[in-house]
Structures are given as C-alpha cells and as structure tokens.
C-alpha cells in the first residue's frame, strides 16, 4: 500500500472568480491523481487533499501563487494509502459557513498570538477566552477558564456572541476577548465577527489547538485533556500524541474508550457531529 502526504489547508483571500479557479483545480488535480476536497469562495480556499509527496509538493506550490496565497497556511500529516475515495473541487458561498454575510477576515480578523503569546494573554483574569468550536469538541477538552457557548454547528456561533455582547455591553466591560479552534479557520471568522460587533482587543491562537499541543512543553501547557479532531485519530493530546477516545457507531459522538458512553442516539438525529 502507497504512502500518502496528506495536506489541509486554508487561506482567507479575495477571489474575483472562484468558479474559474476551481474548473483549473479539477483538471490540475486529476492530472496530479490527488483526492480529497477543496471549498472556493469569493474569501478564499479551505480544504484537505492527498497524494504523492510530489503530487502534493507541485499542488501546494501551485496554490501558493493564486491570490493572496503565498503564505498560506498548510498542515502536513501522512496515510498509509488514499485517505479520500475521490477528489472534489466545489464553489460555495463560504469557505467554512459562519451565515453573516461578508466579515473580511483576509483584513479584519484578530491578531494572531504564537503558544508563548497565548499562555501570557490568558494568563490574565481579566482576559475572556471563548472557544469557538462545537459542544461534542469541547467536552474532549478545552483551555482553562475557557466560555463554552454549548453550540452545535459554527452557525449558531453568532447568535450566541452576540447575546453574550449585549451581557458585556451591560455590564460596561469591554474586555480582551482570546478566541481558539482547532487548526485556526473558524477563529479567523469569528474574530472578525467580533471585531464587527465592536471589540477592539481580540486575539486568536494562530494554528488552533494543534500547533499549540505541537510546540508548547505539557509543563507549560495551559491545555486541558485532549484535541478532537475530524479523522480517524479521533482525539490527540500533547505531542498530538493520539488519545484513547473512539467514535460511537451510532451517534458519532466521541467517547472515551475506558469510560462509560452515554449515546444520545442515532448519527441522523439532531447532531450535525461534522459541521
């Protein structure tokens, strides 16, 4: 079985032409016999793809020159054989749904932190930190002292906010606001939802949750258990060391595999486990 460079990926940028963009990547990925999927819109490109190393390489670089994309952010792991069944390019109205219309995070998102950065804002008592990421995530782990806002998709994220705003507003607080994800794409959204709501001193892990458990000493670690995430790892810690979770067949929740599993029920239910 072939090994597979597995690349995920996401930059917020203007496109004047997504479309167009995306009919090029189709025909560039069969030729490069890629799979996986990559999402264009008008603010960028998301998305996670797998092949040779070469394949990969020549991608990547050739992603790089679109606009706005030369730094893009790429994570790099590797599969033993296709991780994907095909390779999909689609164009769609956001690069990860958020529903508020165009916030501009290429410009307006908050300012990125490195782990060292992170662990001295929230540090601070009086810093409020938010974890963006969905209910099921965040009971596999979170920062300390982290607000769950108990959401089931990143399009409730907003209505949360901005009831939690009002809560700010009328209290006369107007706090640093530290906001944290798994590999840094919802933050950039909701940081500039914020920053559109009207708060100035915002701040986002840059790499998410990820680079934070690759590069910070558990010692120094301000983490609490472990990182889901969307494969079948399930769930890393420090290290991204793979953790002992697995997921239920029939809800598609996490659970701990020396733990009980109290199933809420079937995947088709009220649970978008993936959103």
């Known amino acids: 079985m072939s090994s597979h460079t597995v690349a995920a990926l996401y930059c917020f940028t203007r496109f004047a032409d997504p479309a167009a963009i995306a009919a090029d990547l189709r025909v560039r990925c069969a030729d490069l016999d890629t799979c996986g999927t990559l999402i264009l819109a008008g603010e960028g490109i998301n998305g996670t793809v797998a092949g040779s190393a070469d394949a990969i390489a020549t991608l990547i670089a050739h992603l790089r020159t679109l606009p706005g994309c030369a730094a893009m952010d790429v994570k790099y792991s590797h599969a033993h054989g296709a991780p994907f069944a095909r390779m999909k390019v689609k164009v ?10 165009d916030l501009d995070p290429a410009n307006r998102a908050g300012t990125h932190l490195d782990p060292a950065e992170w662990n001295a804002l929230i540090a601070d008592p009086d810093t409020v930190i938010i974890d963006t990421r969905n209910a099921y995530e965040v009971a596999v782990g979170t920062f300390e002292r982290a607000i769950d806002p108990e959401t089931r998709s990143f399009r409730e994220f907003p209505d949360w906010f901005d009831a939690f705003a009002a809560d700010l507003k009328a209290q006369g607080r107007t706090p640093k606001i530290a906001m944290f994800c798994t590999g840094g794409i919802r933050c950039e959204k909701s940081t500039a939802l914020v920053k559109a709501r009207g708060f100035d001193d915002v701040y986002h892990l840059k790499g998410g949750i990820l680079r934070y458990l690759e590069e910070m000493p558990e010692a120094d670690s301000r983490w609490q258990g472990d990182c889901y995430v969307f494969d079948e790892r399930v769930a890393v810690g420090h290290g991204l060391k793979v953790g002992d979770y697995a997921t239920c067949k029939y809800c ?8 009980d599993h109290d199933c809420p029920g079937d995947a088709s239910g009220a649970w978008p486990h993936r959103s």
């Open 92 to 101: 769609k109205a956001e690069i990860v749904t958020l529903g508020v219309g």
């Open 252 to 259: 598609g929740l996490p659970y701990r595999q020396d733990a």
